[in-house]
């Protein structure tokens, strides 16, 4: 019992939890967050990998040779600007503004179809002039590691629609601001993935 | 009335957002972007070492900064859990990163010599 006094008053540490009983009033947005840290580890094992591998040309490019840094900055700013405008979404949600808020996703699905649309390009210069996954373990591991980020994005541009289709129809309901504060952490998670990407991928690559 | 009211503010879930918030995360991160590229693209040291150790430092504090203005990251969201899951994977991406690298270094160090 005295443990129990002793629990309650807090001092045990800055977790709540440890503090209280939690009951989660709805456990999506929890739940959510779980699947990002798994997703995270998927990230992980790929970066070891690369990490591992990144030296392995088999007489191939390096990334000093393929890497086009003006491109990556182009890239990373249109990532972050991306990340600003889904957060001015959520403060026009905050606001219940309906109009307001599908015009800043709209522009941030755009920003993100244009980072795809660089990657894309990338890609095809890099295939084209034989700098393509089968090459070299280096650039195996670079395309998994760059491609399944693409490929997060990709998805999280087609949820994105499917919000603005479901926020047209059904408003600012109960159900769309949850799910919109599911993208807005899947999105700026993977900014969070994309800071790892430019720094150990392109910048310390082309280094080499 | 009121009380109603104040009920369904409760049930809106989800951090609270706010303007300066986003905009002080935002200038941040541009500043621990725009350095780190200058300073490759400018080769402003002259050791590669050096400058991978720098970059990976303005990583490391971007990360927080997006993890604290856009992702609203504290130890209260959800009772705690979400900071408690939060550092059980990054223990497991610190153990995976540096145990891959470490592990797979000296497989290469140690070739028998023939084979290299």
Known sequence: ?208 | MSEHEHHDHHEDEGPHASFSGYMIGFMASVVLTAIPFWLVMGDVFASPGATALVILGFAAVQILVHMIYFLHMNFHSEGGWNMLSLLFTAVLLFITLFGSLWVMYHMNVNMMPGMM
């Open chain 1, 1 to 208: 019992m005295s443990q129990t006094a002793a629990l309650n008053t807090g001092e045990t540490g800055k977790f709540d939890f440890l503090a209280k009983d939690y009951h989660a009033p709805n456990g999506t947005l929890l739940g959510f967050w779980l699947y990002l840290m798994s997703d995270c580890l998927i990230f992980a094992a790929l970066f070891a990998t690369y990490g591992v591998l990144s030296q392995s040309y088999a007489g191939g490019p390096t990334g000093g040779d393929v890497f086009d840094l003006p491109l990556v900055a182009l890239n990373t700013a249109f990532l972050l600007f991306s990340s600003i405008t889904y957060g001015f979404a959520m403060l026009q949600m905050q606001q219940k503004k309906l109009a307001g808020t599908m015009i800043w996703l709209a522009i941030t699905g755009l920003l993100g179809l244009s980072f795809l649309a660089v990657e894309l390009y990338e890609f095809y210069h890099m295939i084209h002039i034989g700098a393509g996954p089968q090459r070299s373990a280096f650039l195996s591991s670079f395309f998994t590691l760059v491609g399944t980020h693409g490929l997060h994005v990709t998805f999280g541009i087609i949820w994105l629609c499917t919000l603005l289709v479901q926020l047209s129809k059904h408003g600012l309901i109960a159900a769309n601001r949850r799910r919109l504060f599911c993208l807005s952490m899947f999105w700026h998670f993977l900014d969070v993935i994309w800071i790892g990407v430019f720094t150990v991928v392109y910048l310390m690559g082309s280094m080499t």
